[in-house]
């Protein structure tokens, strides 16, 4: 922490795929989404300036080890496994997982809420919690990994699967958008919890991240922002932002 | 924590203003309230004497810093600007924090709920979180902070505001005083968390204070605390006491 | 941690005394219970052999202070006491404490809901936070230290106490045997914490831990696990395994 403030900058591994509302960029590249909105705020706390590393989403924890940056901040899950190499502070946010269904591709066993069949093909993004789960959930149907959100996505959009595994808002916004094909399969299968990690030697770092994060969940700050990218879509508007010659250079 | 073992003392950070229930003194002096019902089971815990150093609210952080106390433990809200030179507990108490309106001042954008008018004077106590909350809902409402939570309340009962920030159980007994008077303006704006803050080198006795209210919170203790200072008035009768010459010297 | 790493076992201080469902032994002597599959699921994460202490309850946080283990997993309760000498993790259980009564023993006064008179007898297990909470909730009553729970329950059955303090699930347990005899003879008197203590040079143990409690609570894995110990007597068949000569060493 001292280190940070030292140098006037927070360096943060953020992911380099898309997964709005939490992260994306809009056409010139510049970042935008609910963690990049947190993970401004954290800087602007410590008093300076963000600098956002862009990284593989299955490299944040090598990256963070390695020093290439001070915090992820990046929706990221907490879990025992990243927690061997870093230190998480306390969740800023939650998500619920869902079985988003194809009604086009049901199995037959669909009628009974089993979906847990051979040939039956479930869409996870690969090296997140979303796959290490379904594998535990689903062992005879046919778990297919895709690099990123959108292509899990897309891969349900064309067919190539029957169902994904999606993340809150995603199913609500794809039912919204073509009601009579999609469903979702059951209650939350699981949820998860995000905070930002931060390297094994930062434990008072961590305490700081704490009180920012308590601070602001009783003061409505957090809650303002999650309705902003999560129950509302003003934000699209900004997506198209940078579709003609940028201004200023992508953040 | 081994330091204030080994001294017999702890030595506890606490607001020289009164900021009843939390924080306030008999006729003879003598500091009561919960936060030093708080401070005193603490200490106990510890097995160590507590001894109270009163202090400006708005010194608190730096009186830490400088190793005047152990802890602070005075209504202190968890702030990331405090966490940059403090370390915080878990919180142990929650405070709402309302608008608090005299019906004799209000402008006539009140109809509509709307407070945050030019002209409309708003009291806060000065260098709290409620002062740099009420400067981002009320940008054009002037903010006028006050020494304290008495200061503030005199001029909201003199007519020199037209309302104040108050935090509970404030405006239910001034409500209770005067029902045709004063009135709540809205939903709570926000709340804050209160918690103890030690110094930045105390990681492990903040896991202790973490396991002390842990412990309180899950056997009643806390709950039971609470309801005494802010359910009932009850300790009301305690303040007049030392209004005679005082039989023993104030704590 | 990477002590335990490094040594590839995890030396888990658990009582040696049977508090089903979480701690119990089948008739081979193997341990089972709640807080077996939370220790052995702890090492698992790490990574690493989980190796059991069996240990007088009484004598947790000595072994651990001394060593003889690296954790404490043993349905601990989370109190400032035992955290002077150790580290708490967030807490992974919770549990209610009644009074439970016998219908055949009660006193006079138990028609107005009062049990604290002289001459009625309350049993407790010796060494726990029910014994320091029922001390100061009946003053009047007489409190029986009972070593274990086994005999405490006996004393009950036995009619030698005309209640005892009963933590969730056994009530509910006894109730259901003899529906006429036994009853709960208010509200939960009081709860506690249970989480993981570690030794005090530990904290980056906590903060690994904390994220593993945290992961288990948000994906439902806990909460599964607490479900078949304390909603479901599935497990009771475990316990007569061992009967027979037993093919293996118990653990």
């Known amino acids: 922490m001292d280190a940070v403030i030292d140098r006037g900058t927070l360096r943060i591994g953020i992911a380099e795929e898309d997964f709005l509302p939490w992260i994306g960029r809009d056409k010139a590249g510049k970042l935008l989404g609910f963690e990049v909105d947190v993970a401004h705020d954290l800087a602007r706390v ?64 669909a009628s009974e809420g089993d979906y847990d069949v051979e040939g039956f093909k479930i869409g996870v993004i690969a090296d997140t919690i979303g796959e290490a789960i379904s594998a535990r959930s689903f062992t005879k149907a046919e778990i297919v990994p895709f690099p990123d959100d959108e292509a899990s996505r897309d891969a349900l959009s064309k067919g190539e699967v029957g169902a994904i595994i999606a993340a809150t808002p995603i199913p609500n916004f794809m039912m919204l958008a073509e009601p009579d094909r999609y469903a979702i399969g059951s209650e939350a299968l699981f949820s998860s919890s995000e905070a930002v990690a931060v390297r094994p030697d930062s434990l008072r770092f961590v305490n700081f991240i704490d009180a920012w994060i308590e601070e602001n969940q009783a003061n409505g700050r957090l809650q303002a922002a999650r309705e902003y990218w999560f129950d509302t879509l003003e934000w699209e508007q900004r997506l198209s932002k940078g579709d003609e010659p940028a201004d200023q250079p992508a953040e």
């Open 46 to 109: 410590l008093g300076v300036r963000p600098e956002f590393v862009e990284t593989p989403f299955g490299d944040l924890l090598n990256g963070l080890v390695a020093g290439r940056f001070d915090v992820v901040i990046s929706a990221y899950s907490v879990t025992a496994e990243r927690a061997r190499l870093a230190l998480f502070s306390v969740p800023y946010g939650q998500t619920d997982y869902y079985l988003l269904l194809d009604n086009n591709k049901l199995p037959k066993s």
